[in-house]
């Protein structure tokens, strides 16, 4: 494996993921391989009814890419099938790539339809979770996670969920 430093890239020379890079930062010379820098890849993701395990429905396919240790995620929800799932239990997406390892928590937006809440959702990451759970956002309170019975069933959507967090993994 050769070594390549930024200045050497060119448009001609596209990254082939063997590469180490030479970095200087704070005039330390480092060297960082791209394989361990950016990773790319998919996963599949569960509608459920419990962190893990519990009944799960529809699997969508969830697109990741880590860089150093943070991870994002881009996944979509259409129709969500809550058959065969309990009302009373906090609705979950199972199969995140990677475990939240920040010691906080996590947050992303994304566009709910025939999902009930109050004032806003949004979707949470716990630390040391790998599933995100959606939560019901109270102005003056505080908010609490959206069960199964709040997502109309064959109806509710999650779209374009994009969701950023950091790893040891």
Known sequence: MGTTTISQLTSAAPLSGSEVLEIEQAGVARKV???TLLQTGTCSLSAADASSGGNITDVVTGYWTKIGRQVTVIFTFINVDTTG???G?????QGLPFTNN???TAVAAFRARRISFTDGIIAEVINGANY?????????ADGNAVLVSSLE???A???GCTLTYFTDE
């Open 153 to 155: 069933d064959d109806g």
């Open 85 to 87: 799932m309990t009302g």
């Open 157 to 159: 959507d999650i779209i």
């Open 102 to 104: 920040t010691g906080e």
């Open 89 to 93: 239990n906090i609705f979950y997406i």
């Open 132 to 140: 995100v759970r959606l939560n019901n956002l109270v102005q003056g």
């Open 33 to 35: 391989n791209i394989n």
